[in-house]
């Protein structure tokens, strides 16, 4: 399995930090935003990772991280052309990267602690005996899950529907932005058509393998969506702060 992290976007509502740099590379607590998801790769057993950004923030990325040496990894860049083109359409970028071989997707502002290794043999185990399958990682929320794709499972933990943005969410788990998939992935995406805000959307991607019933969910304690608003990233670095000196991050 290869990683894949999304680092791209405009981050408007984050300005103006963000005319700085891209805002993967604003600090939380103690180190950078991006240095997060990298370490959640290597924790999980990922060696080569794809990184997709902008083409006016690779050179920002290229010169902290340079080849991935310092985090165990491969580190390979691809730039999104399109920034508004949506999150499946960043994923398309790795196409030639993964070379066939099932991939983990992490949106480089999600802040997180859950190793993801045993949930992704999971997956690789389903892959190895039913031939497709991707996983759908989730967050319980209460109130705030309507801000996201919105998952629901029955009692067996089986995933029902993905919905994104529902004005009457039908559970209370969020979809966080972070995605597994078999390598059937790119295929599916260039059958998406694009939303009515015009991206390429996950929550569609996902629908595309729940339809054949190989959606997998699974559910993860604490989350941070760190990039989406002064306050998120404010709760980001209060709370891994918290984490850090408790030697829990």
């Known amino acids: 399995m290869k990683g894949v992290i999304l680092a791209g976007g405009l981050a408007t509502r984050l300005r103006p930090l ?3 740099t891209n805002k993967h590379l604003l600090p939380i607590y103690n180190k ?4 997060y998801p990298l370490e959640a790769m290597r924790k999980s057993g990922i060696k080569e990772v794809l990184l997709t950004t902008s083409g006016d923030h690779a050179g920002h990325f290229a010169n902290l991280l340079k080849d991935g040496e310092d985090f165990d990894l491969k580190l390979y860049y691809a730039i999104q052309k399109n920034s508004k083109a949506g999150i499946a359409d960043a994923i398309i970028l790795a196409e030639e990267f993964a070379q066939g071989e099932p991939i983990l997707v ?7 602690d859950f190793n993801l290794k045993e949930s992704l043999r999971k997956l690789e185990e389903h892959i190895k005996k039913h031939g ?31 919905e994104e943005k529902p004005k009457h969410p039908k559970s209370d788990i969020a979809q966080t932005g972070i995605y597994a998939y078999d390598g059937r992935v790119f295929d599916f995406i260039r059958k998406l058509k694009p939303s ?3 991206e390429l959307e996950v929550t569609d991607l ?19 969506d760190a990039g989406t608003s002064y306050d998120e990233l404010l709760r ?7 984490r850090v ?5």
Request: aromatic content about 8%.
């Open 18 to 20: 963000t005319m700085v």
């Open 32 to 35: 950078p935003m991006i240095y």
């Open 106 to 112: 992490i949106l480089g502002d999600n802040i997180f």
């Open 132 to 162: 497709r399958g991707a996983m759908d990682f989730g967050v319980h929320m209460d109130t705030l899950a309507s801000q996201y794709g919105v998952i629901e499972i029955d009692k067996h933990g089986r995933v029902i529907s993905v």
């Open 196 to 198: 009515a805000r015009g």
């Open 206 to 224: 996902n629908n595309s393998y729940l339809q054949e019933g190989s959606l997998l969910c699974e559910i993860i304690d604490w989350w941070i």
């Open 236 to 242: 980001a670095n209060n709370e891994v702060a918290v």
């Open 245 to 249: 000196r408790a030697n829990k991050l």
